[in-house]
C-alpha cells in the first residue's frame, strides 16, 4: 500500500497512474470521477489524497530550460528541487532560496508554500513566474505573474489542477559558507532577535523550548564573514545534526567551508534519506512583530509537549502578496515542530499549541500536521474566501477535491 514519506498517511487513492506525457495526463484527468496531483509524498495529512485517481507528474520529461535573457527556468512541476539545482548550478545559475529538504518536488512544495529562511527571501512560491496546468476537464492551460488570478494559483493546494510545469526566476550562481554556534540563552537570543536574524543570508535557530537554550544557530552566508561568535555563544567545533544522535552524513557541508548555493543551502544533501524518515512535523507562521510573544508563550507551554518534540526550527520568511501563503501581505517567522512519529498523541498537543499561536496571527503550513479547520483559518487568511470563489469557479463539480479541502477551505 502507498504511504507518505513519513509512514503516518495511506493513501486510499482506487488507483494510481504515472503518466509519461502531458497528453497522457490530460486524458487521465479528463476520464477521472476524483483526480489529484501526487508529489514527492513528503506532505504528512490526506492533503493529495482522494478516492478516486491521483497521478504523479515525475515520469515526464523533466524539461530544465533556462532563459538567459529573462532569466528564469522553466521545469516540469514533478521535478526534484535538488534536481534542477544541480542542473541549474552546472550551467551557472542559482535559485534565491531552498527548503531544507532538497528531495521534495518542484509543484509539490510551490502548492504548499514551502520555504527556506533569510529576511529579505521570501518562500520557493515567490519566485513562481508561470504556471502551466492540466483543468478538471483535461484543458492545457497558462498562467503568468501579473494575469488576473495568479496569485491565487501559486500556492493552491491542488485544487485548481495539476501543475505540468513551473517557471522561475534564476540569478547568476553564488556560493556560500555554512558556520553553526551552539548554546545561545533564549534570552538574549530574543533581545537580540532582529539582529540575530539578519546575521547571514539564511538563519534558523534550534531548540527543545525547555531548556532555556537555543541549542544550535545555523548561519548560511552570501558573501559576509560571520561573526566570531553570537552574544556569548561559540563555533560550534565539529559538523552537528540538528536531530541529536542523527547521521551527520545526511547534513551539508558546515565548518564555514564555502561551496556552490545547492550544497549549502539545504540542510541535507540529496543523496541521504532525509532527517529520520519516522516522524511527524508542524509549522506555524506568524507575523514577525508577534516572534516574541510567540517564544514566550512556547517556551510556558513546552512541558505539556516536550515529551514529543525532537526539535523546532525557527526561520524567517520575506512577505509575499500569495493568497494562501504563510507570508501573505506581512514578514513572516516560522516555528516548525520535528515530532516523533505518535500521531494520537501529536494530535492530542496540537489544540493546545494553536490556542496559544493562532490568536497571535500564525498560520500552520499547509503540507504539515496541523488541527485548525476552515472557522479557524478564514480570519488568518484575507484572500481565503477569493481562493475558494476561484477553485469553484475553475472546479465546479469538485473533482479535485478532496477530505482535507473540505475540513480546511470548505471545498466540499
Keep these: 500500500m502507498l504511504t507518505n514519506w513519513a509512514g503516518n498517511h495511506k493513501y486510499a487513492a482506487a488507483r494510481v497512474h504515472r503518466p509519461g506525457s502531458v497528453a497522457e495526463l490530460q486524458e487521465l484527468v479528463a476520464g477521472s470521477g476524483r483526480v489529484r496531483a501526487l508529489g514527492s509524498r513528503h506532505s504528512f495529512t490526506d492533503l493529495a489524497d482522494t478516492d478516486g485517481d491521483l497521478v504523479s507528474t515525475q515520469e515526464l520529461p523533466p524539461d530544465i530550460e533556462v532563459d538567459a535573457g529573462r532569466k528564469v527556468v522553466r521545469v516540469a512541476g514533478g521535478v526534484r528541487y535538488g534536481d534542477l539545482a544541480t542542473v541549474l548550478a552546472r550551467e551557472g545559475w542559482a535559485l534565491a532560496t531552498m527548503a531544507s529538504l532538497p528531495h521534495i518536488s518542484v509543484a509539490g512544495a510551490i502548492a504548499t508554500g514551502t520555504h527556506g529562511s533569510g529576511d529579505r527571501t521570501g518562500s520557493l512560491a515567490s519566485a513562481v513566474v508561470g504556471l502551466e496546468l492540466v483543468r478538471p476537464g483535461g484543458t492545457l492551460e497558462s498562467i503568468a505573474r501579473g494575469d488576473a488570478g495568479f496569485d491565487g494559483h501559486v500556492v493552491s493546494l491542488g485544487a485548481l489542477g495539476v501543475v505540468t510545469h513551473v517557471t522561475l ?100 544533501r540529496l543523496e541521504f534519506t532525509p532527517s529520520r524518515g519516522e516522524e511527524l512535523q508542524t509549522e506555524y507562521l506568524l507575523p514577525r512583530e508577534r516572534a516574541r510573544d510567540a517564544v514566550d508563550r512556547l517556551r510556558a507551554l513546552a512541558p505539556r509537549f516536550a515529551h514529543l518534540l525532537q526539535v523546532t526550527e525557527v526561520r524567517t520568511i520575506a512577505a509575499d502578496t500569495l493568497w494562501l501563503s504563510g507570508a501573505e501581505g506581512r514578514d513572516a517567522v516560522g516555528l516548525h515542530f520535528t515530532w516523533v512519529r505518535d500521531v494520537p498523541a501529536v494530535y492530542d498537543v496540537l489544540p493546545a499549541i494553536e490556542d496559544a499561536l493562532l490568536p497571535l496571527g500564525a498560520r500552520p503550513h499547509w503540507g504539515k500536521c496541523f488541527a485548525a479547520t476552515y472557522d479557524d483559518l478564514r480570519p488568518l487568511y484575507p484572500r481565503l474566501d477569493d481562493f475558494r470563489d476561484l477553485a469553484l469557479r475553475v472546479d465546479p463539480d469538485r473533482k479535485l477535491g478532496n477530505a482535507f479541502l473540505a475540513r480546511t477551505l470548505a471545498l466540499d
Excluded: C, N
Design 169 to 268: 526566476d534564476v540569478e547568476p550562481s553564488y556560493e556560500v559558507r555554512q558556520d553553526l554556534y551552539t548554546d545561545l540563552p533564549w534570552d538574549l537570543a530574543v533581545e537580540h532577535l532582529d539582529e540575530l536574524t539578519a546575521s547571514a543570508y539564511s538563519v534558523s535557530l534550534f531548540t527543545d523550548w525547555v531548556s532555556g537554550r537555543v541549542h544550535q544557530v545555523w548561519l548560511k552566508s552570501r558573501g559576509t564573514t560571520p561573526p566570531p561568535d553570537l552574544w556569548g555563544a561559540p563555533p560550534a567545533t565539529s559538523t552537528l545534526h540538528m536531530l541529536a544522535g542523527a547521521d551527520i552524513a545526511a547534513i551539508t557541508e558546515q565548518m564555514g567551508a564555502t561551496g556552490p548555493w545547492h550544497e549549502r543551502l539545504p540542510h541535507f
